[in-house]
């Protein structure tokens, strides 16, 4: 049987869950996106949490069909009880540029105590591109999460800030060659004296990864 809009639509009124979940996994084989949108509005409205994470995640790609009402429907999300729910929101907010909701994500990261959704404001503050995150990034830093952490070295890299640097600079020595990964790729983006002498010692890294990554963000200086 075929998926077309129509039996998406009824399959998401269906009062089984697997049913609506089937729906919204099928959304996207439809070929209109706009006529997608429109279903994944509706099963953003769904009672079960796990359908409506599924149909959030999409807006990342169809919320472009209608933007005012893409970031409505998103700063309601950043409210969802589910924080899976919470942490897509963010996601596609930083993807679609929306930057209007830049507030909403800074009032989530400083009263959410769920550490997941902290990961994905910070990590889609870089994409956003709002030079108000930088404060918000500083302090993400600070962190003891080793994830949250990394992300706000990245977000810091896509920012483009170059207050940035000094920040970032010390995390060179940090024993986690994860974040010492990221620092490379930040510190390639945002440049200057300093980045590119701490990119010349992490080009020495006793991690591979690492200091490949290094000599080839020199390579392209």
Request: net charge negative.
């Amino acid at each position: 049987m075929s998926t077309t809009p129509e039996s998406v639509k009824e399959l998401l009124s269906s009062e089984d869950l697997g049913s609506r979940l089937r729906a919204v996994n099928q959304i996207r084989q439809l070929e209109e996106p706009a006529v997608a949108f429109e279903l994944v509005k509706t099963a953003i409205a769904d009672p079960n949490a796990r359908v409506r994470y599924s149909a959030v995640s999409q807006l990342d790609t169809l919320g472009g069909q209608d933007l005012p009402t893409s970031l409505s429907l998103l700063r309601d999300c950043l409210n969802d009880p589910e924080p899976d729910v919470q942490a897509a929101a963010a996601d596609c907010l930083g993807a679609l540029k929306l930057t209007e909701a830049f507030e909403d994500l800074q009032q989530l990261y400083d009263t959410t105590p769920e550490w997941l959704v902290k990961f994905s404001i910070v990590a889609t503050l870089g994409e956003l591109g709002d030079p108000r995150a930088f404060e918000l990034l500083k302090q993400a830093l600070t962190t003891e999460n080793d994830l949250i952490q990394t992300a706000a070295i990245s977000s810091l890299g896509e920012l483009g800030d170059m207050q940035a640097v000094p920040l970032l600079v010390p995390y060179a020595a940090n024993p986690d060659w994860q974040i010492r990964y990221r620092l490379v790729q930040a510190l390639n983006r945002l440049g200057g004296p300093e980045a590119h002498s701490t990119l010349l010692a992490l080009a020495n890294d006793e991690v591979e990864a690492v200091s490949q990554e290094a000599k080839a963000s020199l390579a392209k200086k």
